[in-house]
């Protein structure tokens, strides 16, 4: 059974930090990309960071570039994203995805997901 499974959320105050992991299994996921989202109450599910099948390129979108970064280890299966000087607007439920997408920044193209890991920074 294919599975992907994130922890590391939590409730943490604004500045803070918090390492979110993702551990697959049922699969090989050593050749797809990774990739991070998060979706907010009342808001639609957005791109937040991916990585490469070998982890030579990662992409971010802007609101965390300098702050968030993702990470794989592939003997473990599992895709990490650590992220810094966390501000409120980074509360979210977070999920990660794998997959072959030709556009990393849309969730088509995942074809794998979890169930998401909730992240709440308070001000």
């Known amino acids: 059974q294919v599975q992907l499974v994130e922890s590391g959320g939590g409730l943490v105050q604004a500045g803070g930090s918090l390492r979110l992991s993702c551990a697959a299994s049922?699969?090989?996921?050593?050749?797809?990309?990774m990739g991070w989202f998060r979706q907010a109450p009342g808001k639609e599910r957005e791109f937040v960071a991916a990585?490469?099948?070998?982890?030579?390129?990662?992409y971010y979108t802007d609101s965390v570039k300098g702050r968030f970064t993702i990470s794989r280890d592939n003997a473990k299966n599992t895709v990490y994203l650590q992220m810094n000087s966390l501000k409120p607007e980074d509360t979210a439920v977070y999920y990660c995805?794998?997959?072959?997408?030709?556009?990393?920044?849309?969730?088509?193209?995942?074809?794998?997901w979890g169930q998401g890991t909730q992240v709440t920074v308070s001000s």
């Open positions: 995805a794998a997959g072959r997408p030709t556009n990393w920044v849309s969730r088509r193209g995942y074809d794998y």
């Open positions: 990585i490469s099948w070998n982890g030579g390129i990662t």
């Open positions: 049922g699969h090989t996921y050593s050749r797809d990309a």
